[in-house]
């Protein structure tokens, strides 16, 4: 029981890094599927975890209390509620702190893209000393940054705001108010751009180095195909019910599951926190072969399959504030 639950934590995160195609591609871009997958990237990473120490309880490996009380409070309420809280108020005053500076200083022009790693650096390490979730808290403050930049912007257009032709320099943005959001949130998709060529790279060799034939195991035959052609559509079937997606756009949902670093990560981490070594083996076995088989398969159908979405309708809705 407890093994299961945790390969299930362990495969749960999707990793949008090792297929850009299907991401945002600007920051107006409120395309359903794309901002549908986006967003699911970016909080599955954190909702995980509970059950990544719910598993590591079973397992009698970590203290879940009687009855999993201190799993449920500790590990998912507080862990939880903490990590969203921190990050969603670091986010909102470094936010209204930045475009408070641009537009009435014309200070902190420029250089966004250490300002996000800078917080996201101090959402991580706070949450972590608060012993809440690391990767809520920076998703939470990434939602929280954005908020405020879009609301003090005005800006709601779908096409991405252009830096005023007068700017002395291509990395200087405007101090206006309403684009000094806008050109903030342009320059760190590019830069997030540029990392994730740079994390494909990193991803597939780490990958490529851990492989062996002896990690091959008879299980993967009939678990991966009931992964990707069964598990993964019917839950976000059952997710998405009720919501404006077609069916069309619930099946690429469906499909575009691909794992990739968040795996790697809950795997050493269960590793390193007392998982028994006789389901050592067979766990990192399973996981590198569903990794390496989602990169290949989901790496090779992302491009085509985009193309073919756009040709049947894809459209440019009204923006989401």
């Given at each position: 029981m407890g093994a299961a639950v945790?390969?299930?934590?362990?495969?749960?995160?999707?990793?949008?890094v090792l297929a850009s195609d299907k991401q945002v591609e600007h920051p107006f871009d409120s395309n359903p599927l794309r901002f549908s997958l986006t967003g699911e990237a970016g909080w599955n990473d954190g909702t995980a975890?509970?059950?990544?120490?719910?598993g590591l309880g079973l397992l009698g490996v970590h203290d879940v209390g009687w009855g999993g009380w201190r799993w449920l409070v500790v590990?998912?309420?507080?862990?939880?509620?903490?990590?969203?809280?921190?990050?969603?108020?670091?986010?909102?005053c470094i936010g209204r702190l930045v475009v408070y500076?641009?537009?009435?200083?014309?200070?902190?022009?420029?250089?966004?893209?250490?300002?996000?790693?800078?917080?996201?650096?101090?959402?991580?390490?706070?949450?972590?000393?608060?012993?809440?979730?690391?990767?809520?808290?920076?998703?939470?403050?990434?939602?929280?940054?954005?908020?405020?930049?879009?609301?003090?912007?005005?800006?709601?257009?779908?096409?991405?705001?252009?830096?005023?032709?007068?700017?002395?320099?291509?990395?200087v943005v405007s101090p206006e108010p309403q684009h000094a959001g806008g050109h903030r949130a342009q320059a760190v998709l590019h830069f997030n751009e540029q990392l994730e060529r740079i994390g494909e790279v990193g991803v597939v060799v780490t990958i490529g180095a851990m492989l062996s034939w002896e990690l091959l195991m008879p299980e993967a035959l009939w678990f991966l195909p009931l992964l990707f052609l069964f598990i993964r559509p019917v839950s976000v079937e059952l997710a998405l019910l009720g919501s404006s997606l077609s069916g069309t756009e619930r099946r690429f949902v469906g499909w575009f599951g691909i794992r990739g670093v968040g795996s790697l990560y809950y795997l050493l981490y269960t590793?390193?926190?007392?998982?028994p070594e006789h389901l050592a083996?067979?766990?990192?076995?399973?996981?590198?072969?569903?990794?390496?088989?989602?990169?290949?398969?989901?790496?090779?159908?992302?491009?085509?399959?985009?193309?073919?979405?756009?040709?049947?309708?894809?459209?440019?809705?009204?923006?989401?504030?």
């Open positions: 945790l390969l299930g934590a362990i495969l749960a995160p999707t990793d949008p975890f509970p059950f990544v120490m719910l590990d998912v309420l507080w862990a939880g509620m903490a990590g969203v809280a921190i990050g969603a108020l670091l986010g909102t500076l641009r537009a009435a200083h014309r200070e902190a022009l420029g250089l966004d893209e250490f300002l996000t790693l800078g917080l996201i650096g101090l959402s991580y390490g706070a949450a972590l000393l608060c012993h809440a979730y690391g990767f809520l808290a920076v998703f939470a403050a990434g939602l929280a940054m954005r908020r405020i930049e879009a609301s003090r912007s005005g800006n709601r257009t779908a096409e991405p705001v252009r830096a005023p032709k007068q700017a002395p320099h291509p990395h590793i390193n926190n007392g998982l083996p067979r766990l990192v076995a399973i996981t590198l072969t569903v990794v390496t088989i989602s990169i290949f398969m989901h790496g090779i159908s992302v491009t085509p399959l985009m193309a073919l979405y756009g040709r049947q309708g894809e459209s440019i809705r009204e923006p989401w504030p």
